[in-house]
């Protein structure tokens, strides 16, 4: 007998149990005994039945006299004996020496047990599921850890009725009649068992619905009875596993149970190994996808058409909304650089694409209101994880606002030098001369100086010449005027300034410094340059190299060494 409960809740049940099964008749022609728990050694398997009959008989008799703590512990003595008689008479089956009309009387006698016990327990759980659902709210555990130790009791007695029939087969005294009896109760239970499972997790799966849609004042109600749902759905599937391992032993075909079993609980067994059992989840679930498909594929197909329809819809709208930002930012009373029109038109259309995406998918039936709430909570996640990328985001807005450069120019900015390809809210591109390409965080550029080169329409050209100490002053300013006012790409305003700057130790510098377009800002810095040293060397115009004079002065005396070695 297998026991799933603890002894002293089960007790009053079983004694009870005992009372109804153990009638006066069955030991009142033994003689009273001492009570023993086991005959003496070399006692006959007869016997040891007789005593332990007997014990439990003088058991009765007493606990029916007793109260309190006297009484329970009676009535546990009267539970061990029973447990100990089944162990004996299963021990005794395989024992052919043993009476076999005396061991059958005896299994007889505990299958009469096992029936009246089934009776009185399927009329207790009845009971206490009506309790149940009249009880209050607070009452309803108390009534439910009762109900849940029944039902672990009865499991136990048709158990031990499977067994009794198992010991009358083998002693070739189990009639005809009472299998097919023993079969079609274990098959009715387990029915009943399988309606019940299928019946509650329908219970479940409309109040998960209830909970969604529910005001927060009938939650707490809700999650109550999906609470109490649930410890039932484990009863009974507990229940259902029992009467599953019953039938198997019997032969009966469970495999429509088994497959029950797993999608309730999800556990997986040997059971599944079998093909009658996968046999019978497929064609479950291709029953219940066909049905699916029946009753929701054209809505569904309907569906995902207007999602496509959206979508492209929304694409379109977006080039549209591209096209118009791009010729509002444009115009010139706004005066926005290239990288904010940029920003503007990307921005605008990605905008634009997102919100088409969003009412797409609420069409197919998606709830937003998680997703929008997932992105709010990713971006404090991301946040925190992309702080560096977030600080470029930031110095890249500010360059857009601040607008230090466009695209195009030419700048110094994050220890580079170049010319400004493109840039994004994260980092900007800048192209080299000689044609490199190097990406520059944003936040490296806005923590830096920057140097914006061709920002300004007219520049500065800033040369430096020298020439000689002997060189006629006037004379090197008119040629310098004329080599610099003789260019073309020269601006006459502002004027160009010629000035003596410096005398350094080896020249005279001059200062050239000519106004030119910013896009001529090379090209006359060259050509004059190359001009100064043709026109200086034409004039007679000498452009001194660094030159040192050194004096030797000669101690009085002394001869040089050469004189001294020919005197000798």
Partial sequence: MKTHWQLPVAIPILISLLLLALSPSSYADSEPAPLTTQAAPGVRAEDQITQLNRDLGQLVTIQKQSTGEDKLALQLQMFQKNVQL????????????????????????????????????????????????????????????????????????????????????????????????????????????????????????????????????????????????????????????????????????????????????????????????????????????????????????????VFLIILLIARQIANITRKVVKRAVAAKNLKFSQLMQDFFISMSGKAVWFIGILIALSQIGLNLTPILTGFGIAGV??????????????????????????????????????????????????????????????????????????????????????????????????????????????????ETMIKLHVLNSSSVDFIVRPWVKTDDYWDVYWDVTREVKMRFDKEGISIPFPQQDVHLHMASGQLPPSTNQSNT
């Fill in 381 to 494: 996640i991301v946040g925190f994880a992309l702080q560096d990328t977030l600080s470029n985001f930031a110095a890249g807005m500010m360059l857009l606002i601040y607008r230090p450069f466009d695209v195009g120019d030419f700048v110094a900015a994050g220890g580079v030098e170049g010319k400004v390809s493109h840039m994004s809210l994260v980092n900007t591109t800048i192209k080299t001369f000689d044609n490199q390409i190097i990406i520059v965080p944003n936040s490296k550029i806005w923590g830096d100086v920057i140097k914006n080169v061709t920002h300004e329409r007219v520049r500065r050209v800033d040369m430096v010449f020298g020439v000689s100490y002997s060189d006629n002053i006037e004379h090197v300013e008119n040629v310098l005027n004329d080599i610099v006012s003789s260019h073309p790409a020269v601006l006459r305003s502002p």
């Fill in 86 to 305: 089944r162990s004996l008479i299963g021990s005794l089956v395989k024992d052919s020496s043993v009476d076999k009309t005396f061991l059958i009387k005896q299994i007889q006698q505990q299958d009469t047990y096992s029936d009246q016990g089934i009776k009185y327990l399927t009329q207790r759980t009845t009971k206490l599921s009506e309790d149940l659902s009249a009880a209050k709210s607070d009452e309803k555990f108390a009534i439910l850890s009762d109900f849940e130790e029944s039902r672990k009791y009865l499991d136990s007695m048709y158990e031990e009725q499977s067994q009794n029939s198992e010991w009358l087969k083998k002693l070739d005294a189990l009639s005809s009649a009472s299998e097919k009896h023993l079969k079609e109760e274990i098959n009715r239970r387990t029915e009943q068992l399988s309606a019940n499972v299928e019946y509650m997790r329908q219970q479940l799966s409309s109040m998960d619905a209830q909970l969604k849609v529910a005001p927060e004042s009938e939650k707490a109600t809700i999650q109550l009875s999906q609470l109490i749902t649930q410890r039932r759905m484990e009863i009974a599937t507990n229940s259902l596993k029992v009467m599953i391992d019953i039938a198997d032993k019997e032969g009966i075909e469970t495999a429509e149970y088994k497959r029950l079993y797993f999608e309730v609980t999800g556990s997986v067994t040997q059971d599944l190994l079998s093909t009658e059992v996968i046999f019978s989840i497929v064609k479950n679930w291709s029953s219940q996808l066909w049905s699916w498909l029946a009753e929701n594929a054209p809505q569904h197909i309907f569906q995902f058409f």
